[in-house]
């Protein structure tokens, strides 16, 4: 009997460890500000999971540009040969809320007037 | 760490990870969750009879099905893991809860060499087993369980750091 309390006691303990972290899943890492960026590519876009990603030179600074997963990435039509290097791009997204870090979660890259929107259900 | 995971990344691995499809890391991931649950399905079970529960059912009769359906497990469950963390495996340096999984695997492995290697574990056949006997066993139950959710735990939150 004490053994079966103390192992269902060991499992609520792990199960409310792990909920309030999972509340970080999405976008709460990110600030809530939508954030606005030009820059030129410096890295093509890699559909590579969990996310896709590219990387821009802006304000001096490189910075990771996180897309959606990779199926969705390449939907919207951003896919490795839709922008090339050197490109000047506008991307529209969430900053990573650690100001030392120029990480932007990205809903939104705009090149020659084209907008690819991996996230069109979000502002 | 770095330059093992630099190692990793640019393996053959890493570069088939990232350049068969855009489909290819999502049904990896499954795989790999298929393999963990397979894995702590088992063992469960097997750690909660090495604690106490059940022991109207002879040990032999639980350990026969769950080592093997553990052992598969874990043998999807690591290679599988091994394309995910080659795809960026540069990205996860310094990520805490890498250096939380891999250390609690390693002790959830060791434990399973030390319990299997006991006389407690290698004579389970005998009908009744001394309380020394169920004591190790019971500590090997423990160190399992927490050492596998410890594991499991960590792992799920590499990707929310």
Known sequence: MQTRRSVSMALAAFVMAVLPAAAH???SGNSPEEFELTGTVEQPVSLAGPHATMKIRAQGQLWDLTLAPPPRTQAAGLTEKAIPVGAEVKIHGHRNSDPK??????????????????????? | MLPFLAWLETSMLGHAMRSSGVWTYGVV????????????????VLDLRLLGLWRTVPLPSIAGP???????????AALTGA?????????????????????AIAVALVNVAV???????KQMERPD??????????IGGAVSLAAWLTAIGAGRMIGYW
């Not at chain 1, 990205?106 to 259900?121: A, I, S």
């Not at chain 2, 991931?29 to 469960?44: D, E, K, M, Q, Y």
């Not at chain 2, 319990?115 to 574990?121: E, L, N």
């Open chain 1, 25 to 27: 899943h999405g976008w």
């Open chain 1, 101 to 123: 870090r120029f990480e932007v979660k990205t809903e939104r890259v705009t090149w020659n007037g084209k907008t690819f929107n991996v996230y069109p259900d979000r502002d």
């Open chain 2, 29 to 44: 991931n499954l795989f790999h969750i298929l393999g963990v649950s397979t894995l702590f399905g088992a063992v469960v």
């Open chain 2, 66 to 76: 769950t080592v093997p359906v553990a052992t598969a497990g874990f043998i999807v």
């Open chain 2, 83 to 103: 394309g995910l963390l080659a795809t960026k495996a540069t990205e996860y340096a310094g990520n805490p809860f890498l250096l939380i999984k891999f250390p």
């Open chain 2, 115 to 121: 319990v299997t290697s006991r006389p407690a574990w």
């Open chain 2, 129 to 138: 087993p001394t309380p020394g006997d169920r004591r190790v066993l019971a």
